[in-house]
């Protein structure tokens, strides 16, 4: 797995570097004005940019503007090929909360003590900064460089062994959470025409 190795800033009202981000998933990822457009249109879509390098440990911050939508998710995510997870999630019925969560080897126990919502400015009319702070010893998150969690390695459920440790890319985009054929029930049932995510980072 190739590492970033050191400090880098992606402007994404360019062009992404090729060598540096792979398209992944049905959608549309488009370079404008704001950023980058990611665009869920159709059932299925869910576009997203993942890194072609990982990090272990370390900190990423990714200014964006989520989607609005009745059963659109946007997210910016840190995720492992062991399916160790750190998560920014925006629920796109709600524009004054974020969520954020973590998951370790994909184990899904006690989902909602891994999960926190706060509240917050508009995150669909502004970019704000979300911040990741990722530790061997704790996870931060931060909006506009104020912290909002904190998560030590000792207090993650169901035991210190599901605190995020293995080497994690960065996937952002939005999906379509209220899809019914292709998510599992309870999720919101939804979906609308056409949706866009802002996301400058």
Partial sequence: MPALGGNATFNLKEKWNDDVWKKVNQGTVRTND????????????????QS????????????LKAAPGQGIISSAILQSEALDEIDWEFKGINNSRVSTAYFGKANMDNPLERGHDFDMAPTQDDFHNYTIDWTKDRIQWWVDDKMIRELKEADAKPNANHFPQTPMNIRIGPWAGGDVKNNAKG????????????CEC
């Fill in 34 to 49: 704001f950023g980058t457009t990611f665009t869920v249109a159709k059932e299925g879509d869910s576009a997203q940019l």
């Fill in 52 to 63: 072609k390098f990982y990090m272990l440990f370390g900190r990423l911050e990714v200014v």
């Fill in 187 to 198: 999720v919101v049932v939804s979906l609308p025409v056409t949706r866009q995510w802002y």
